[in-house]
T-cell receptor
Framework: TQLLEQSPQFLSIQEGENLTVYCNSSSVFSSLQWYRQEPGEGPVLLVTVVTGGEVKKLKRLTFQFGDARKDSSLHITAAQPGDTGLYLCAGAPDSWGKLQFGAGTQVVVTP | DAGVTQSPTHLIKTRGQQVTLRCSPISGHKSVSWYQQVLGQGPQFIFQYYEKEERGRGNFPDRFSARQFPNYSSELNVNALLLGDSALYLC??????????????FGSGTQLSVL
């Protein structure tokens, strides 16, 4: 089983600050996905990274896939209260229907 | 278009009882997956169904079973409930592998509490 470890477990910052969330594995993944989950809701896909070294930007969110495809990071610039949520990384051994999730990083952005 | 719908939204059961959770996928999606999310953890894969056949099973006991109907909706059954089965049960639907658009869409889940 390929395990995904996320760090930190919890992050509390003020509005306007930057933050980085990490997702690491001892195994190689063909691709990784990042999700955000809000209380009482299911996870919502933010991005899929496929190529080693790939960088994708989604407004103030920057996603990076490690060269060896064993790790990924999510960087949020000038965080806003609307960025509050549980950020999950996930990989799929053979099918996107059978995702393996990390434990998540709970991000709280206060005004 | 409606998203993935799950029912009920909340459920309270006692140990030893049985429960059935329901999921309706997005129209046109033929693949349905079930996940269990215990508080403070990420979702854990339980089952995947495609075209009414089981295509994958996670590391869960035989007390967990599922099926998919001709209209692609799905049910998850859990027998002999244990306290540890208390969790948010998530259903997700997607277009099949190889379709070029395998994005997973999750429902809001069913919160199951076992007392």
């Amino acid at each position: 089983t390929q395990l995904l470890e996320q760090s930190p477990q919890f992050l509390s910052i003020q509005e306007g600050e930057n933050l980085t969330v990490y997702c690491n594995s001892s195994s190689v993944f063909s691709s990784l996905q990042w999700y955000r989950q809000e209380p009482g809701e299911g996870p919502v896909l933010l991005v899929t990274v496929v190529t080693g070294g790939e960088v994708k930007k989604l407004k103030r969110l920057t996603f990076q896939f490690g060269d060896a495809r064993k790790d990924s990071s999510l960087h949020i610039t000038a965080a806003q209260p609307g960025d509050t949520g549980l950020y999950l990384c996930a990989g799929a051994p053979d099918s996107w229907g059978k995702l393996q999730f990390g434990a998540g990083t709970q991000v709280v952005v206060t005004p | 278009d409606a998203g993935v719908t799950q029912s009920p939204t909340h459920l309270i059961k006692t140990r030893g009882q049985q429960v059935t959770l329901r999921c309706s996928p997005i129209s046109g999606h033929k693949s349905v997956s079930w996940y269990q999310q215990v508080l403070g953890q990420g979702p854990q894969f339980i089952f995947q169904y495609y075209e009414k056949e089981e295509r994958g099973r996670g590391n869960f006991p035989d007390r967990f079973s599922a099926r998919q109907f001709p209209n692609y909706s799905s049910e998850l059954n859990v027998n002999a409930l244990l306290l540890g089965d208390s969790a948010l049960y998530l259903c997700a639907s997607s277009l099949p592998r190889g379709s070029g658009n395998e994005k997973l869409f999750f429902g809001s889940g069913t919160q199951l509490s076992v007392l």
